[in-house]
Antibody
Framework: QVQLVQSGAEVKKPGASVMISCTAS????????LNWVRQAPGPSLEWVGW????????LYSQKFQGRVSITRDTSANTAYLELRSLTSEDTALYFC?????????????WGQGSLVTVSS | EIVLTQSPATLSLSPGERATLSCRAS??????LAWYQQKPGQAPRLLIY???TRATGIPARFSGSVSGTDFSLTISSLEPEDFGVYYC???????????FGQGTKVDMK
């Protein structure tokens, strides 16, 4: 079965960077993209970006353009989200999620979430 | 930019009752909308996609419908495990355009 396992919680100071990982199993990693979605206290959901696990091509929400990078390592079946210049508004639970089917416009499989806390 | 507006914010019901949740899209992108359920401490779970198709393993008491840019999720008879927060979601014509509604909390009366 499809599983997405994320790295653990992080505590960062304002201005720092954070990198969280998402390791996939149970399917052909390179055949699907992986999305990153965050959930701040609030509590709605916000799409951050996507990586084509096969080619490494990326798409980012305009909101995060310039301070986000999503990469992947096909040998480790792992995708990474790096967010730079952190502020308290980046405090959130970050999920990786795989799309459903060929269009991949719906998120069918989710990781357990990685809590990022930004605090001085 | 797509904006999804969900109503009501909270729905207080008893097990066995019918729940109807609404999601209005600010612009039409066809019947390409999903519903998710989220329980405390868990990731969202895909319930419905393409407005009315149940995802794998989702019980038949969950159904979705659409009329223009107005989408609905109906739970025909609430089970105790159905209480939680429900979100609608669309991806627009541009691949970077994703939108989620603000959520409807279904709690026990």
């Amino acid at each position: 079965q499809v599983q997405l396992v994320q790295s653990g919680a992080e505590v960062k100071k304002p201005g720092a960077s954070v990198m969280i990982s998402c390791t996939a199993s149970g399917y052909s990693f390179s055949s699907f993209g992986l999305n990153w979605v965050r959930q701040a206290p609030g509590p709605s959901l916000e799409w951050v970006g996507w990586v084509n696990a096969g080619t490494g091509d990326t798409l980012y929400s305009q909101k995060f353009q310039g301070r986000v990078s999503i990469t992947r390592d096909t040998s480790a079946n792992t995708a990474y989200l790096e967010l730079r210049s952190l502020t308290s508004e980046d405090t959130a639970l970050y999920f990786c999620a795989r799309g459903r089917g060929g269009r991949q416009i719906y998120l069918e499989h989710w990781g357990q979430g990685s809590l990022v806390t930004v605090s001085s | 930019e797509i904006v999804l507006t969900q109503s009501p914010a909270t729905l207080s019901l008893s097990p066995g009752e019918r729940a109807t949740l609404s999601c209005r899209a600010s612009q039409g992108v066809g019947a390409y909308l999903a519903w998710y359920q989220q329980k405390p401490g868990q990731a969202p779970r895909l319930l419905i996609y393409d407005a009315s198709t149940r995802a794998t393993g989702i019980p038949a008491r969950f159904s979705g419908s659409v009329s223009g840019t107005d989408f609905s999720l109906t739970i025909s008879s609430l089970e105790p495990e159905d209480f939680g927060v429900y979100y609608c979601q669309q991806r627009g014509y541009r691949p970077t355009e994703w939108a989620f509604g603000q959520g409807t909390k279904v709690d026990m009366k």
